[in-house]
């Protein structure tokens, strides 16, 4: 059987974006073995006067032939004439050849060089160029395929792995007090899409699985606490794509907590979230009407993910029992009684300051169990 040597090189062709691509190929002529002994047929051509009659000619080469074993002479029946020459031999076997670019399904995506008209008896060497715009994705690998059809219709191919150069897009994310901060590049300035999933769930976009394909981003989140488990581990994953299919994957753990300016106690349990649900209440113990409560305490805990200054405190009168006066202050020796409280120091993030609260109670307070609420606001440093 014919052999042919097909010759595309080892390992995979790696190739750039926004640039077409060369692929060289070799291939060598058919190298033939007893077994591709056949016949090959000639015809005559139309009777011709010489000097010795009519005559008839066939184009034959001995050339064609490794080894010529034999002639039969094929006779038309009704004429009585010979119209063919049936050459038994080993022939010099010609091919044909084509280059055929592979999509990652495995179908041909384009055919860059189809098969010749004629034959060819010669050694190939070629490189052709192949336009990257035919790869659309970096996940997959295409390929280039080379096919040969030799004169006696034996096929042989050979193929070789195509693989875009594609860097990863980059994602650095981190939260606190509730806000997420996320920033993703990709160095080669490709358009990406992501989505931001927290314990599973996506959180953005809101309206579907991915957002649209974009420009890399910095940009902020705000994750409500109704969304996050307070006091748990919470998982935030970022998922990013580029335009050419490759991926990559952030994922960070935090503690979920309440934001803002918040009321705790001395073993940081919120009296309250920063969406208005009571979730403790300071107990006063029994008061007598027309006595004073003994003096306590909750901490205003900074958790608004700055450094704040002018912290304002004053007691909401909407449905404030009659009879009825808070005494409060930032320290003792300042107990003011329903007006509102100033504290211009700065106070940073994530530290907390002691608010005192006293209750006094009319002689004819009717209530035998109240609530009331505490405002709060304070002016961010950087403003």
Not at 255 to 283: A, C, P, Q, R
Not at 285 to 292: F, S
Request: net charge negative; with cysteine; charged share 30%.
């Amino acid at each position: 059987m014919a052999k042919v040597n097909i010759d595309i090189g080892k390992g995979r062709l790696l190739v750039n974006k926004n640039k077409d691509f060369e692929f060289s190929f070799k291939i060598d002529k058919p190298i033939t073995e007893d077994s591709d002994t056949w016949y090959k047929e000639y015809i005559y051509s139309e009777k011709e006067s010489t000097g010795n009659g009519d005559g008839s000619f066939i184009n034959f080469n001995f050339d064609d032939y490794i080894r010529v074993d034999s002639f039969d002479e094929d006779i038309d029946d009704e004429e009585k004439d010979i119209d063919k020459l049936r050459v038994n031999g080993l022939v010099k076997l010609g091919y044909k050849y084509k280059v055929d670019f592979i999509n990652t399904d495995g179908s041909v995506l384009q055919t860059i060089k189809d098969y010749q008209d004629k034959f060819t008896y010669i050694d190939v060497n070629e490189t052709i160029t192949i336009p990257i715009n035919l790869i659309t994705t970096s996940v997959n690998s295409y390929k280039v395929k080379v096919a040969v059809i030799t004169e006696n219709k034996k096929e042989f191919s050979k193929e070789k792995e195509v693989i875009l150069y594609n860097e990863k897009p980059t994602i650095i994310a981190t939260i606190d007090a509730g806000k997420l901060h996320y920033e993703i590049d990709d160095s080669e300035g490709d358009l990406i899409k992501y989505q931001i999933k927290l314990n599973g769930r996506i959180i953005y976009p809101i309206d579907g699985e991915y957002t649209a394909f974009q420009k890399p981003l910095s940009n902020n989140l705000l994750i409500k606490s109704t969304d996050m488990i307070v006091n748990k581990l919470n998982t935030i994953i970022i998922n990013v794509q580029d335009n050419w299919g490759e991926t990559n994957q952030f994922i960070y753990t935090f503690m979920g907590e309440y934001t803002g300016l918040l009321f705790i106690d001395d073993k940081n349990k919120y009296y309250s979230n920063n969406i208005g649900d009571i979730l403790k209440k300071l107990d006063f113990g029994k008061i007598l009407a027309g006595t004073r409560s003994d003096m306590k305490y909750v901490y205003i805990y900074n958790n608004c993910g700055q450094d704040i200054k002018d912290l304002s405190v004053c007691i909401n009168k909407n449905n404030f029992p009659k009879e009825l006066t808070i005494h409060y202050g930032f320290n003792l020796e300042n107990i003011m009684d329903d007006n509102e409280q100033l504290h211009k120091e700065l106070l940073k993030d994530k530290e907390k300051i002691k608010l005192y609260l006293q209750v006094e109670l009319g002689l004819e307070f009717e209530y035998s169990d109240f609530t009331f609420e505490i405002d709060t606001q304070a002016t961010p440093v950087n403003e």
